[in-house]
């Protein structure tokens, strides 16, 4: 009886475990809030973070940044929503960067490597015709909790 019980306990554990992992912790955005827009800053699934597109633009703001200046906001905003999820920036694997000119790569390139310190996630810069309320920039990536 005693082996039936142990094997029963090791059946139910993966389950376990599979559930927590699968378990998704929406974080808000205040954004999104203030205006009614259907998204989440980002989903925590486990010990990844799935970072969504954030830029340094809303519906009611004019963009008045230069691109160094618009780089600085978007990678600040990324790394509040990385923080709060208690992580940090070297935690991020993965980054997609969509920009309206690619003129500005080196621009963004400048800012987006004081940001990580060892090695950088993977990334592509891809170039678009244009984003919402006028941004250069928008930055979406994965994050993955260390141990």
């Known amino acids: 009886m005693r082996s039936y019980l142990t094997i029963a306990m090791l059946l139910l554990?993966?389950?376990f475990a599979s559930a927590a992992q699968s378990m998704r912790v929406y974080v808000s955005s205040p954004l999104a809030r203030q205006h009614h827009l259907p998204f989440s800053?980002?989903?925590l699934v486990g010990n990844t973070l799935y970072i969504a597109g954030t830029t340094a633009t809303s519906p009611s703001s004019p963009n008045r940044l230069t691109p160094s200046q618009e780089a600085r906001v978007v990678m600040e905003s990324v790394k509040r929503l990385v923080e709060r999820e208690g992580?940090?920036?070297d935690d991020i694997a993965s980054v997609?960067?969509?920009c309206t000119d690619l003129r500005y790569y080196d621009a963004f390139n400048r800012v987006y490597a004081t940001y990580f310190h060892a090695?950088?996630?993977a990334r592509a810069f891809i170039g678009v015709a244009s984003l919402l309320f006028g941004a250069r920039y928008e930055v979406m990536g994965v994050a993955i909790r260390g141990e």
Request: aromatic share 14%; net charge neutral.
């Open 96 to 98: 997609q960067v969509f």
């Open 119 to 121: 090695h950088y996630p």
């Open 87 to 89: 992580m940090t920036m």
């Open 13 to 15: 554990v993966p389950s």
């Open 41 to 43: 800053s980002g989903v």
